[in-house]
């Protein structure tokens, strides 16, 4: 089973600023099989990027992942009120899929 | 516009059976694989398994043994059972659309969990 370890736990940032957010993997996902979601309280995830790169329909361009192999990062560009939530990787390249314990953007 | 709208009991009691439903509506059920996740308070979440379209399975390693999970084509709706539960199995359940599998093409397209039910919250209690 592939572990995922995202850091840091808890973000405090300022709207307007740049987000930055990592998931690490215990081994190395296949075909770079790493999706992001958005989780607001009360709601379901939202997908925001799959393939570690590519934004799902509807997700705006402040949203990039990068990264391969073990190795992956969640960019907000620039952090809009509606975007302090908890931000979940999941890999999906192997059974059973696997998902980090979150990372929490809170509002400095 | 896909959507899955999930049904089922909030209250099961120790020892019964969970049974969720989650119904596919705006689109089709056929050729894709549909995830079962659970979130337990104040835990990440969790993957129970999946099935495809024509009912063949995988399940998680931790719940493998009390899951059993169905497929009802002419429904458009997939099945969650948990058997044996305890206060452990209380959390909130999902469903969303995994993988698609193309027989013809005989190759897989996956996109991560791109659309999710709304959940539903189950207590085990007594």
């Known amino acids: 089973e592939i572990v995922l370890t995202q850091f840091p736990g808890t973000l405090s940032l300022s709207p307007g600023d740049r987000a930055t957010l990592s998931c690490r993997a215990s081994?190395?996902?296949?075909?770079?099989?790493l999706a992001w979601y958005q989780q607001r309280p009360g709601q379901a995830p939202r997908l925001l990027i799959y393939g570690a790169s590519s934004r799902a329909p509807g997700i705006p361009d402040t949203f990039s992942g990068s990264g391969s192999g073990t190795d992956f990062s969640l960019t907000i560009k620039r952090l809009d009120p509606e975007d302090f939530a908890v931000y979940l990787c999941?890999?999906?390249?192997?059974?059973?899929?696997?998902f980090g314990q979150g990372t929490k953007v809170e509002i400095k | 516009q896909l959507q899955l709208r999930q049904s089922g009991p909030r209250l099961v009691k120790p020892s019964e059976t969970l049974s969720l439903t989650c119904i596919v509506t705006g689109g089709s059920i056929n050729s894709y694989y549909w995830s079962w996740i659970r979130q337990p308070p104040g835990k990440p979440l969790e993957w129970i398994g999946y099935?495809?379209?024509?009912?063949?399975?995988t399940y998680g390693p931790s719940l493998k043994s009390r899951v059993t999970m169905s497929v009802d084509t002419s429904e458009n709706q997939v099945s969650l059972k948990l058997s044996s539960v305890t206060a452990a199995d209380t959390a909130v359940y999902y469903c969303?659309?995994?993988?698609?599998?193309?027989?013809?093409?005989?190759?897989?397209?996956?996109?991560?969990?791109?659309?999710w039910g709304q959940g539903t919250t189950v207590t085990v209690s007594s």
């Open positions: 099935i495809y379209y024509n009912g063949s399975t």
């Open positions: 969303a659309r995994d993988c698609f599998f193309s027989v013809a093409r005989q190759s897989y397209s996956c996109f991560g969990l791109d659309v």
């Open positions: 999941q890999q999906y390249g192997s059974s059973p899929r696997t």
């Open positions: 081994q190395s996902i296949s075909n770079n099989f």
